[in-house]
C-alpha cells in the first residue's frame, strides 16, 4: 500500500531524475493527466496499468490512487515539474489524510521545476531572492493573488509566473505589468519562455515596458528580474548582492546610509539643499519620519553653505556641538568655530546679570562675531538671546541661526520665535527634538551641500 508523487520535470526525458526513473519502473498503477504520459513512458513497465484523466480532474486522479494502492499495488502519480511545486502532491497528501488511511504509506519525489529550468536556460536570473506566484484563480481567490503579485513587486523579487494567461484568464497578465510598473524601473528585463525544454521551446528577453501579454500562452513560464537584472547577449544575470559587496569602511557604510535615506524622502516637496540636510539629520538621528520637524527659511542651508566656503566664522552654544562638526571640513575652509560659554567674562557676566552662562556666552559672541553663523544645539536661554538681539541690535548680522534646542522648558518658545524673524536665514527642529549632534549634522550638510547632486539627481 504505497503512493509515490512524482515530478517529471519540464519535459524533456533527460530531466527526469534517476530515482523518478526508478520508481516508475517498479510501479504497478501509473496515473496522470493524459499529456504527461509522453514523457514518462520510456521508463515504465509493459505490464503497468496506465490511467490518464483530462485537466480539472486532479482530486478524481488522488482518488483512484488510494483506491488503487489499497488493493496492494504500487502506484506513481505523475505531474509536471516537482511533484510538491503546483502539482499533485498536495492533493494526494490532503486526500490521504482525510480518508483515514493511516496504514497507506507516501512518498514524494522530487522534479526539476519550469522556473528552474528557466532559470538554466537565461543563464543566472535566481542569484538573488526570487518568489514563485500562480496566477490561475480556479482554487485561490483573486485578490489573494493580487496581494501577493503586490508584494514580489514591493519586496524587489526575482519572480516567476505559473499558469500566467488562458483562454478564459486573459486579462490577469495585464493587471500584474501594471502593478510591476508602480514598484519597478520600465527597463527591467523581462523573459518568456514556451515549451521549456521541450521540441517547441521558444525563448523570448524584453522590458517590462514592452513586455506584451498576448505573447503569452498557457505552456509558457514568464519570469521578471529584480531592481539590479541585467542582460547579457541571450542571458540574464542577478547579481547576488545590490552592491558587489556590502560596504564595510567608514565612507562605504555613511554613503549606504544617505542613500537608504534619500530613497526615503525623495518625493516630499523640500527643494534639494533642504533635503540634503534632512538627510543628514536623519542619519544621524536615526528616525525616517524626523523630515516632518525640519523647517527653514528659504535658501537657508545654500546661503549658509556659502559662508562657510568663505572660511565664514561659526558660533557655537555648547562646546558638543563644536565636537560634532566634522574637522576635516574647518580645516578644508578655514572655518574658524568659537564656543564663549567657558569663558572667564562670559561666567562673571552670568553672575551679574542673572542669566545663564549660555546665554552669556552667546551675547558675548554677538559683540565679536556679529556676521557668524550661530548653531543652538542645546540651550534655548541661548537661541532666545539671538532672536532677542536680532529684533534690537541693529549691529547683530549673522550668517544664520540653526536651532535645535532640546527638552522641555522653553524649548519650543525659542524656536518659534526664531521662525518669526525675517532678518536673518534660520534652520529649526520643530517640538522638544533637536541636540547638539543634530545642530552639528546640519552645519555638515551645509558643508557638503554639493554632494546632493549625487543622491538627488534629477533636482
Known amino acids: 500500500m504505497k503512493i509515490t508523487v512524482a515530478g517529471l520535470g519540464p519535459g524533456d526525458k533527460s530531466y527526469i531524475l534517476p530515482?523518478?526513473?526508478?520508481?516508475?519502473?517498479?510501479?504497478?498503477?501509473?496515473i496522470g493527466y493524459d499529456y504527461y504520459f509522453q514523457f514518462a513512458k520510456d521508463?515504465?513497465?509493459?505490464?503497468?496499468?496506465?490511467?490518464?484523466?483530462?485537466?480539472?480532474?486532479?482530486?478524481?486522479?488522488?482518488a483512484e490512487a488510494i483506491r488503487k494502492a489499497k488493493e496492494d499495488k504500487y502506484v506513481v502519480v505523475i505531474g509536471s515539474g516537482d511533484a510538491s511545486i503546483y502539482s499533485?502532491?498536495?492533493?494526494?497528501?490532503?486526500?490521504?489524510?482525510?480518508?483515514?488511511a493511516v496504514n497507506l504509506e507516501l512518498e514524494t519525489l522530487p522534479g526539476i521545476s519550469a522556473f528552474l529550468a528557466a532559470g538554466s536556460k537565461l543563464g543566472a536570473p535566481l542569484g538573488h531572492d526570487f518568489c514563485c506566484i500562480s496566477l490561475s484563480d480556479l482554487m485561490t481567490p483573486w485578490n489573494v493573488i493580487e496581494k501577493r503579485i503586490k508584494a514580489a513587486a514591493f519586496g524587489d523579487f526575482v519572480t516567476s509566473l505559473y499558469n500566467p494567461k488562458s483562454k478564459k484568464r486573459h486579462w490577469q497578465l495585464g493587471r500584474l505589468k501594471k502593478l510591476f510598473l508602480e514598484e519597478r524601473?520600465?527597463?527591467?528585463?523581462?523573459?518568456?519562455?514556451?515549451?521549456?525544454?521541450?521540441?517547441?521551446?521558444?525563448?523570448?528577453?524584453?522590458?517590462?515596458?514592452?513586455?506584451?501579454?498576448?505573447?503569452?500562452?498557457?505552456?509558457?513560464?514568464?519570469?521578471?528580474?529584480?531592481?539590479?537584472?541585467?542582460?547579457?547577449?541571450n542571458y540574464l544575470v542577478t547579481p547576488r548582492g545590490y552592491l558587489n559587496r556590502k560596504p564595510h569602511t567608514g565612507k562605504e557604510i555613511q554613503q549606504e546610509s544617505f542613500r537608504i535615506v534619500t530613497n526615503h524622502i525623495k518625493e516630499l516637496t523640500f527643494d534639494k539643499a533642504d533635503k540634503w540636510a534632512i538627510t543628514r539629520v536623519i542619519h544621524t538621528t536615526g528616525v525616517l519620519d524626523d523630515h516632518q520637524y525640519y523647517k527653514a527659511s528659504r535658501e537657508a542651508i545654500s546661503k549658509m553653505s556659502t559662508h562657510l566656503k568663505n572660511g565664514g566664522e561659526i558660533i557655537t552654544d555648547v562646546t558638543m556641538v563644536q565636537s560634532g562638526i566634522t574637522r576635516a571640513?574647518?580645516?578644508?575652509?578655514?572655518?574658524?568655530?568659537?564656543?564663549?560659554?567657558?569663558?572667564?567674562?562670559?561666567?562673571?557676566?552670568?553672575?551679574?546679570?542673572?542669566?545663564?552662562?549660555?546665554?552669556?556666552?552667546?551675547?558675548?559672541?554677538?559683540?565679536l562675531y556679529p556676521n557668524a553663523l550661530y548653531v543652538i544645539g542645546n540651550a534655548p536661554t541661548a537661541l532666545m538671546e539671538i532672536t532677542e538681539q536680532l529684533r534690537n541690535n541693529k549691529n547683530f548680522k549673522p550668517a544664520g541661526v540653526i536651532g535645535t534646542p532640546v527638552g522641555f522648558v522653553n524649548v519650543i518658545e525659542s524656536k518659534e520665535q526664531l521662525s518669526q524673524v525675517t532678518?536673518?536665514?534660520?534652520?529649526?527642529?520643530?517640538?522638544?527634538?533637536g541636540g547638539s549632534n543634530v545642530a552639528a549634522a546640519i552645519v555638515n550638510a551645509a558643508f557638503t551641500l554639493e554632494e546632493s547632486s549625487g543622491y538627488f539627481v534629477n533636482e
Open 329 to 367: 571640513f574647518i580645516e578644508k575652509y578655514g572655518t574658524k568655530v568659537q564656543c564663549c560659554l567657558n569663558d572667564e567674562d562670559a561666567r562673571a557676566l552670568a553672575v551679574k546679570e542673572n542669566i545663564t552662562r549660555s546665554q552669556a556666552g552667546i551675547r558675548k559672541a554677538i559683540s
Open 423 to 433: 532678518n536673518t536665514n534660520w534652520v529649526i527642529i520643530e517640538g522638544n527634538r
Open 185 to 233: 524601473a520600465e527597463t527591467t528585463p523581462v523573459a518568456i519562455l514556451k515549451q521549456i525544454t521541450r521540441p517547441e521551446e521558444h525563448i523570448i528577453i524584453t522590458t517590462l515596458s514592452e513586455f506584451d501579454p498576448e505573447d503569452v500562452d498557457m505552456f509558457s513560464l514568464v519570469m521578471i528580474g529584480n531592481s539590479q537584472t541585467f542582460q547579457f547577449k
Open 19 to 30: 530515482l523518478v526513473q526508478n520508481a516508475l519502473a517498479k510501479a504497478d498503477v501509473v
Open 43 to 62: 521508463f515504465i513497465k509493459k505490464e503497468a496499468e496506465l490511467i490518464a484523466m483530462p485537466l480539472g480532474k486532479e482530486e478524481d486522479r488522488a
Open 88 to 100: 499533485m502532491a498536495a492533493i494526494v497528501y490532503e486526500m490521504v489524510a482525510k480518508s483515514g
